[in-house]
Protein backbone atom coordinates (compact mmCIF):
# COMPACT_ATOMS: atom_id res chain seq x y z
CA UNK A 1 0.00 0.00 0.00
CA UNK A 2 1.22 3.47 -0.87
CA UNK A 3 2.09 5.86 2.30
CA UNK A 4 0.15 8.78 0.69
CA UNK A 5 -3.06 6.37 0.92
CA UNK A 6 -2.46 4.42 4.24
CA UNK A 7 -4.82 5.42 7.12
CA UNK A 8 -4.01 7.36 9.76
CA UNK A 9 -5.09 6.40 13.16
CA UNK A 10 -6.63 8.56 15.43
CA UNK A 11 -4.26 9.10 18.65
CA UNK A 12 -6.55 7.10 21.73
CA UNK A 13 -6.62 9.68 24.87
CA UNK A 14 -7.34 7.76 27.69
CA UNK A 15 -9.06 9.06 31.13
CA UNK A 16 -6.93 10.35 34.07
CA UNK A 17 -6.30 7.89 35.97
CA UNK A 18 -7.48 7.59 40.22
CA UNK A 19 -4.53 9.08 41.29
CA UNK A 20 -4.30 12.17 39.05
CA UNK A 21 -7.78 12.66 40.40
CA UNK A 22 -6.79 12.37 44.40
CA UNK A 23 -3.59 14.68 43.41
CA UNK A 24 -5.72 17.24 41.82
CA UNK A 25 -8.59 16.53 45.27
CA UNK A 26 -5.23 17.08 47.40
CA UNK A 27 -3.95 20.35 45.66
CA UNK A 28 -8.06 21.69 45.71
CA UNK A 29 -8.61 21.11 49.54
CA UNK A 30 -5.18 22.54 50.13
CA UNK A 31 -6.24 25.37 48.36
CA UNK A 32 -9.32 26.10 49.68
CA UNK A 33 -9.01 26.15 53.51
CA UNK A 34 -6.88 28.93 54.04
CA UNK A 35 -9.77 30.82 52.45
CA UNK A 36 -12.29 28.34 54.79
CA UNK A 37 -10.24 28.66 58.28
CA UNK A 38 -10.34 32.92 57.40
CA UNK A 39 -13.92 32.24 57.37
CA UNK A 40 -14.44 30.01 59.84
CA UNK A 41 -12.58 32.21 62.32
CA UNK A 42 -14.33 35.36 60.68
CA UNK A 43 -17.84 34.11 61.42
CA UNK A 44 -16.95 33.86 65.07
CA UNK A 45 -16.02 36.60 68.16
CA UNK A 46 -12.75 37.39 69.74
CA UNK A 47 -12.54 33.63 71.82
CA UNK A 48 -13.14 30.99 68.54
CA UNK A 49 -9.39 31.58 67.47
CA UNK A 50 -8.18 30.33 70.93
CA UNK A 51 -10.60 27.98 71.85
CA UNK A 52 -9.67 24.30 71.87
CA UNK A 53 -13.12 22.88 71.31
CA UNK A 54 -14.09 25.09 67.96
CA UNK A 55 -16.22 24.07 65.88
CA UNK A 56 -15.53 23.52 62.06
CA UNK A 57 -19.06 25.05 61.49
CA UNK A 58 -18.92 28.96 60.57
CA UNK A 59 -20.49 31.03 63.40
CA UNK A 60 -23.48 32.97 62.74
CA UNK A 61 -20.77 36.85 63.38
CA UNK A 62 -19.77 37.41 60.04
CA UNK A 63 -21.74 40.14 58.82
CA UNK A 64 -21.70 41.57 62.22
CA UNK A 65 -17.55 41.58 62.06
CA UNK A 66 -17.94 42.76 58.54
CA UNK A 67 -19.65 45.33 59.47
CA UNK A 68 -17.11 46.70 62.19
CA UNK A 69 -14.67 46.34 59.00
CA UNK A 70 -16.73 48.78 57.30
CA UNK A 71 -17.64 51.10 60.07
CA UNK A 72 -14.43 51.26 61.32
CA UNK A 73 -13.08 54.88 60.91
CA UNK A 74 -9.36 54.26 60.85
CA UNK A 75 -9.99 51.99 58.21
CA UNK A 76 -11.58 54.19 55.68
CA UNK A 77 -12.90 50.74 53.76
CA UNK A 78 -14.35 52.22 51.06
CA UNK A 79 -11.80 55.18 50.17
CA UNK A 80 -9.48 52.30 50.52
CA UNK A 81 -11.30 49.85 48.15
CA UNK A 82 -11.62 52.59 45.90
CA UNK A 83 -8.00 53.05 45.41
CA UNK A 84 -7.25 49.59 45.21
CA UNK A 85 -10.09 49.30 42.25
CA UNK A 86 -8.32 52.08 40.64
CA UNK A 87 -4.48 51.26 41.06
CA UNK A 88 -4.74 47.78 40.26
CA UNK A 89 -7.22 48.46 36.84
CA UNK A 90 -5.03 51.20 35.86
CA UNK A 91 -1.76 49.16 36.52
CA UNK A 92 -3.04 46.00 35.17
CA UNK A 93 -3.49 48.01 31.65
CA UNK A 94 -0.97 49.62 31.56
CA UNK A 95 1.25 46.34 31.96
CA UNK A 96 -0.49 44.26 29.07
CA UNK A 97 -0.78 47.38 26.61
CA UNK A 98 3.11 47.77 27.12
CA UNK A 99 4.27 44.69 27.65
CA UNK A 100 3.10 43.50 24.86
CA UNK A 101 4.42 46.23 22.80
CA UNK A 102 7.52 45.39 24.20
CA UNK A 103 7.12 41.91 23.53
CA UNK A 104 6.55 42.07 19.79
CA UNK A 105 9.51 44.33 19.36
CA UNK A 106 11.55 41.62 20.74
CA UNK A 107 10.32 39.15 19.30
CA UNK A 108 8.84 40.45 15.39
CA UNK A 109 11.00 43.51 14.91
CA UNK A 110 15.40 43.57 13.95
CA UNK A 111 17.23 46.08 16.15
CA UNK A 112 20.32 46.58 17.20
CA UNK A 113 21.31 45.30 20.31
CA UNK A 114 17.76 43.25 20.80
CA UNK A 115 19.13 40.26 22.46
CA UNK A 116 20.73 42.49 24.73
CA UNK A 117 18.44 44.87 25.85
CA UNK A 118 16.44 41.66 26.18
CA UNK A 119 18.87 40.10 28.62
CA UNK A 120 18.75 43.13 30.57
CA UNK A 121 15.18 43.36 31.32
CA UNK A 122 15.05 40.01 32.22
CA UNK A 123 18.45 40.45 34.34
CA UNK A 124 16.31 43.13 36.39
CA UNK A 125 14.42 40.25 37.86
CA UNK A 126 16.78 38.76 39.76
CA UNK A 127 17.37 42.59 41.51
CA UNK A 128 15.29 42.47 45.12
CA UNK A 129 12.58 45.11 45.29
CA UNK A 130 13.97 46.72 48.53
CA UNK A 131 17.03 47.53 47.25
CA UNK A 132 15.14 50.06 44.79
CA UNK A 133 12.88 50.78 47.73
CA UNK A 134 15.12 54.34 49.13
CA UNK A 135 16.08 55.55 45.71
CA UNK A 136 12.72 55.38 44.50
CA UNK A 137 10.95 56.97 47.69
CA UNK A 138 13.46 59.94 47.34
CA UNK A 139 12.20 60.47 43.42
CA UNK A 140 8.63 60.29 44.73
CA UNK A 141 9.27 62.66 47.36
CA UNK A 142 11.16 65.26 44.77
CA UNK A 143 7.74 64.96 42.34
CA UNK A 144 5.54 65.44 45.11
CA UNK A 145 3.96 62.44 44.35
CA UNK A 146 4.31 60.71 48.03
CA UNK A 147 0.64 60.02 49.77
CA UNK A 148 -0.58 60.26 46.23
CA UNK A 149 -1.91 57.35 43.97
CA UNK A 150 0.63 58.47 41.13
CA UNK A 151 3.23 57.48 42.99
CA UNK A 152 1.94 53.67 43.37
CA UNK A 153 1.19 53.81 40.04
CA UNK A 154 3.94 55.01 37.79
CA UNK A 155 6.41 53.21 38.71
CA UNK A 156 4.43 49.62 37.93
CA UNK A 157 3.05 50.79 34.67
CA UNK A 158 5.09 48.04 33.09
CA UNK A 159 6.88 45.31 33.94
CA UNK A 160 10.33 42.64 33.34
CA UNK A 161 7.96 39.73 33.82
CA UNK A 162 5.07 40.87 31.50
CA UNK A 163 7.64 41.75 28.69
CA UNK A 164 9.32 38.28 28.39
CA UNK A 165 6.22 36.66 29.03
CA UNK A 166 4.66 38.02 25.78
CA UNK A 167 8.19 37.69 24.04
CA UNK A 168 7.96 34.06 24.63
CA UNK A 169 3.95 34.11 23.86
CA UNK A 170 3.86 36.54 20.39
CA UNK A 171 7.06 34.81 19.17
CA UNK A 172 5.61 31.54 19.31
CA UNK A 173 2.27 32.31 18.12
CA UNK A 174 2.39 34.54 15.79
CA UNK A 175 4.06 33.90 12.04
CA UNK A 176 6.20 36.24 10.74
CA UNK A 177 4.70 35.74 7.23
CA UNK A 178 1.45 37.50 8.56
CA UNK A 179 3.67 40.12 10.17
CA UNK A 180 5.49 40.36 6.60
CA UNK A 181 2.12 40.78 4.64
CA UNK A 182 0.80 43.68 7.30
CA UNK A 183 3.69 45.65 5.78
CA UNK A 184 3.29 44.59 2.55
CA UNK A 185 -0.28 45.56 2.39
CA UNK A 186 0.85 49.20 3.68
CA UNK A 187 0.67 49.08 7.65
CA UNK A 188 2.82 50.85 9.42
CA UNK A 189 4.42 49.52 12.18
CA UNK A 190 2.02 50.34 15.25
CA UNK A 191 -0.63 49.25 12.86
CA UNK A 192 0.33 45.93 12.36
CA UNK A 193 0.89 46.08 16.28
CA UNK A 194 -2.31 46.96 16.83
CA UNK A 195 -4.57 44.65 14.52
CA UNK A 196 -2.30 41.71 13.96
CA UNK A 197 -0.19 41.73 17.08
CA UNK A 198 -2.08 42.81 19.83
CA UNK A 199 -5.31 40.07 19.13
CA UNK A 200 -2.90 37.20 18.64
CA UNK A 201 -1.81 38.08 22.01
CA UNK A 202 -5.09 38.25 23.16
CA UNK A 203 -4.84 34.92 25.83
CA UNK A 204 -1.71 35.80 27.25
CA UNK A 205 -2.31 39.29 27.71
CA UNK A 206 -5.63 37.95 29.71
CA UNK A 207 -3.42 35.85 31.61
CA UNK A 208 -0.72 38.67 32.34
CA UNK A 209 -3.47 40.74 33.32
CA UNK A 210 -5.11 38.47 35.82
CA UNK A 211 -2.00 37.95 37.43
CA UNK A 212 -1.25 41.36 37.56
CA UNK A 213 -4.56 42.22 38.98
CA UNK A 214 -4.31 39.94 41.82
CA UNK A 215 -0.28 40.87 42.26
CA UNK A 216 -1.22 44.79 42.82
CA UNK A 217 -4.29 44.33 44.45
CA UNK A 218 -2.63 42.36 47.65
CA UNK A 219 0.82 44.46 47.19
CA UNK A 220 1.18 45.72 50.80
CA UNK A 221 5.53 46.92 50.84
CA UNK A 222 5.29 49.94 48.77
CA UNK A 223 2.07 51.28 49.29
CA UNK A 224 2.58 51.38 53.07
CA UNK A 225 5.86 53.21 52.50
CA UNK A 226 4.45 55.64 49.81
CA UNK A 227 1.30 56.14 50.81
CA UNK A 228 -0.37 57.76 54.32
CA UNK A 229 -3.42 57.10 56.38
CA UNK A 230 -5.86 59.74 54.58
CA UNK A 231 -5.48 57.61 51.22
CA UNK A 232 -4.54 53.87 51.24
CA UNK A 233 -5.33 51.16 49.79
CA UNK A 234 -7.24 48.09 51.04
CA UNK A 235 -4.04 45.89 52.73
CA UNK A 236 -2.53 49.36 53.55
CA UNK A 237 -6.21 50.25 55.46
CA UNK A 238 -6.79 46.52 56.85
CA UNK A 239 -3.63 46.77 58.59
CA UNK A 240 -4.96 49.43 61.01
CA UNK A 241 -6.91 46.32 62.59
CA UNK A 242 -3.81 44.80 63.99
CA UNK A 243 -2.43 48.18 65.50
CA UNK A 244 -4.07 48.09 68.47
CA UNK A 245 -3.50 46.21 72.01
CA UNK A 246 -5.80 43.47 71.68
CA UNK A 247 -6.49 42.04 68.02
CA UNK A 248 -9.73 40.56 67.71
CA UNK A 249 -8.36 38.22 65.05
CA UNK A 250 -12.43 37.44 64.17
CA UNK A 251 -12.25 41.48 62.71
CA UNK A 252 -9.15 40.60 60.97
CA UNK A 253 -10.17 37.53 59.01
CA UNK A 254 -13.57 39.27 58.25
CA UNK A 255 -11.48 41.90 56.56
CA UNK A 256 -9.44 39.67 54.97
CA UNK A 257 -12.12 38.09 53.33
CA UNK A 258 -13.54 41.31 52.19
CA UNK A 259 -10.92 42.09 50.45
CA UNK A 260 -10.25 38.56 49.17
CA UNK A 261 -14.15 38.64 47.61
CA UNK A 262 -13.34 41.36 44.85
CA UNK A 263 -10.56 38.63 43.42
CA UNK A 264 -13.08 35.94 43.98
CA UNK A 265 -15.61 37.55 41.76
CA UNK A 266 -13.17 38.54 38.96
CA UNK A 267 -12.34 34.70 39.08
CA UNK A 268 -15.68 33.55 38.61
CA UNK A 269 -16.90 36.62 35.88
CA UNK A 270 -13.21 36.06 33.87
CA UNK A 271 -12.99 32.63 34.37
CA UNK A 272 -14.63 30.91 31.42
CA UNK A 273 -13.74 33.69 29.03
CA UNK A 274 -10.29 33.71 30.31
CA UNK A 275 -10.05 29.60 29.30
CA UNK A 276 -11.86 29.88 25.98
CA UNK A 277 -9.13 32.39 25.00
CA UNK A 278 -6.52 30.32 26.38
CA UNK A 279 -7.70 27.34 24.31
CA UNK A 280 -8.62 29.81 21.29
CA UNK A 281 -4.71 30.41 21.55
CA UNK A 282 -3.59 27.34 21.85
CA UNK A 283 -5.94 25.55 18.87
CA UNK A 284 -4.45 28.26 16.44
CA UNK A 285 -0.63 28.01 17.42
Not at 48 to 58: G, L
Not at 98 to 127: N, P
Not at 132 to 143: E, H, Q, T, Y
Not at 240 to 260: E, P, R
Request: net charge positive; proline share 6%; hydrophobic share 55%.
Amino acid sequence: MSPLRRRVRPIAIGRPSPIVYAFLAAVMVASVFPLYWSFLIGSGDSSTINDPNMSWWPGGNFFANAASVIENQSVNFWKSLGNSVIVSTVVSASVVFFSTLAGYSFAKLRFRAKKGLLVFVIATTAVPTQLGVVPLFIAMSAFGWTGTLGAVIVPALVSAFGVFWMTQYIGQALPDELVEAGRIDGASMFQTFWYIGLPSARPAAAMLALFTFITTWTNFFWPFIVLNADNPTLPVSLATLQANYFIDYSIVLAGVLLATLPLIALFLIAGKQLVAGIMQGAVKG
